[in-house]
């Protein structure tokens, strides 16, 4: 389990032809962008992303439109037209980095997840204008749950993603990236943990922690059923078939991957 960079960097590494990723679109379009040489699968079309589907094509063009003289600085989960429409690309890891790489004076737009732009915005003390979006797994999380939680287990520490909302975020102990958060968890003298995003990632810190306790904070209906539904479509049968037919395989123009590059590279040569 990775981000959707680290995935897509390794399938460059990789001498295989064929490249299978059980995770979402954006994920295997980037593989795509960065490989448009290798056969990169998807087990199930359908595996979207609520924060990908949440900035719509048309709706973005139109908006970046009027506010012409800003940079566009995507997160990397969105789909390969707004990469396409952006002038860099971010992941959660280094948003800030490229941010603070931009001169103070320069206007900029963060899109699509209005809640990681949120905390980059409060945390390094400048203005961005912020596109609508947000990721359905982190927006669910809980306050109420979490207090409960916190109450049962005083001595746990809250890890979460900077795409939760602030009534979660102003509680945790430790904000960052998956692979952030999954360090932290490693290299702290803690035993406990309340974890605060998409709940996959628990398996990845059991297996290098196993005598450490991971608890998934619920959502607002009172369940730690707070998965990602489009990453659950990708079951083993999927994959199977997938690799046995070499479908449903990622498709795009040149033109698209072209235009989607551009910002990738430019994230790369900042951070």
């Known amino acids: 389990m990775g981000d ?7 399938a460059q590494k990789t001498d295989a032809d064929v490249i299978l990723f059980c995770g979402v679109h954006f994920m295997c379009e980037t593989a795509k962008i960065l490989n448009p040489e290798k056969i990169v699968l998807l087990p199930d079309l359908n595996a979207g992303c609520s924060l990908a589907d949440s900035a719509p094509e048309n709706e ?8 012409s ?19 860099i690309i971010c992941t959660s890891s280094n948003a800030e980095k490229i941010i603070k790489s931009l001169p103070l ?12 732009g949120s905390y980059l915005q409060k945390k390094i003390n400048r203005p961005l204008r912020l596109w609508d979006g947000s990721c359905q797994v982190h927006v669910i999380f809980s306050e109420k749950e979490l207090i409960k939680l916190s109450i049962r ?25 998956t692979t952030s958060i999954i360090n932290f968890a490693k290299d702290s003298e803690k035993t406990q943990f309340i974890i605060a ?3 996959g990632v628990i398996h990845q810190m059991k ?3 196993p005598n450490k306790e991971f608890i998934p904070l619920p959502n607002n209906e009172g369940c730690a059923c707070n998965e990602c539904p489009y990453m659950r479509l990708n079951t083993l049968e999927k994959m199977y078939t997938a690799l046995n037919t070499l479908q449903p395989e990622i498709v795009m123009s040149e033109e698209l991957r072209i235009k989607a590059l551009k910002p990738l590279q430019r994230m790369m040569e900042l951070s």
């Open 4 to 10: 959707s960079l680290a995935l897509a960097k390794y």
């Open 60 to 67: 973005f063009r139109k908006w970046t439109t009027k506010y």
């Open 69 to 87: 003289d800003h940079t566009v600085i995507s997160y990397i989960n969105c789909s390969a037209e707004i990469k396409a429409m952006s002038d």
């Open 105 to 116: 004076n320069e206007k900029i737009i963060f899109a699509p997840d209005k809640y990681l």
């Open 153 to 177: 287990y005083p001595e746990a520490q809250l890890l979460a993603h900077p795409e939760c909302d602030e009534n979660i975020l102003k509680h945790a102990d430790h904000i960052g990236s």
């Open 197 to 199: 995003t998409e709940p």
């Open 207 to 209: 297996k290098q922690n």
